[in-house]
T-cell receptor
Framework: EAGVTQFPSHSVIEKGQTVTLRCDPI?????LYWYRRVMGKEIKFLLH????????ESGMPNNRFLAERTGGTYSTLKVQPAELEDSGVYFC?????????????FGPGTRLTVT | SQQGEEDPQALSIQEGENATMNCSYK?????LQWYRQNSGRGLVHLIL?????REKHSGRLRVTLDTSKKSSSLLITASRAADTASYFC?????????????FGTGTRLTIIP
């Protein structure tokens, strides 16, 4: 079974540009999460999808960040316009229905560098 | 201190010795999960312990949970060079589980061959 995949693995953009990150969860996982780790600090929650619906977006830092999960499969996270403080590693995770399992499985992350 | 704070921040031991890492948290939890991150790579799920469990084993890993003290420990026995990594605890404070995780700052473990 394939794990969570993320694309790209690394992105370098200039301040003011737009970047779109993609996450493909484990097949059959309804829950999809975005997290990020900025400048060596703790990994912080951004938002949580259940299928195509946003369950919790309390961690989204501001309206420059837009996450979508059309069709309830893969998800995208767009940053527009990017700022220097957005640099960090963006992780995606997925999990099954809580009646079956609580474990969240993480992808390898996308390292975003804004210059 | 923050939710999910590990100590020590860094730990170096000889190969073959046991490594113990601790995690403290502030709020009530549904479950606590431990993850490993090798340098520059993603997070690997190690073990999950539910709030009604006190101890759990998986191979060379042993996790304990003390909800009265709001703390957990991860023990790695007979350490190997491949165990060198950063280890994070993460708590789920939701009522039913499977919601956002709150991560600690991590413990950097170095196994000396």
């Amino acid at each position: 079974e394939a794990g969570v995949t993320q694309f790209p693995s690394h992105s370098v953009i200039e301040k003011g540009q737009t970047v779109t990150l993609r996450c493909d969860p484990i097949s059959g996982h309804d829950n999809l999460y975005w997290y990020r780790r900025v400048m060596g600090k703790e990994i912080k929650f951004l938002l949580h999808f259940v299928k195509e619906s946003k369950q919790d977006e309390s961690g989204m830092p501001n309206n420059r960040f837009l996450a979508e999960r059309t069709g309830g499969t893969y998800s995208t996270l767009k940053v527009q316009p990017a700022e220097l403080e957005d640099s960090g590693v963006y992780f995606c995770a997925s999990s099954q229905d809580p009646a079956r399992s609580y474990e969240q499985y993480f992808g390898p992350g996308t390292r975003l560098t804004v210059t | 201190s923050q939710q999910g704070e590990e100590d020590p921040q860094a730990l170096s031991i000889q190969e073959g010795e046991n490594a113990t890492m601790n995690c403290s948290y502030k709020t009530s939890i549904n479950n606590l999960q431990w993850y490993r991150q090798n340098s520059g790579r993603g997070l690997v799920h190690l073990i999950l312990i539910r709030s009604n469990e006190r101890e759990k084993h998986s191979g060379r890993l042993r996790v304990t949970l003390d909800t009265s003290k709001k703390s957990s420990s991860l023990l790695i026995t007979a350490s190997r060079a491949a165990d060198t990594a950063s280890y994070f605890c993460a708590t789920d404070a939701s009522n039913f589980g499977n919601e956002k995780l709150t991560f600690g700052t991590g413990t950097r473990l170095t196994i000396i061959p």
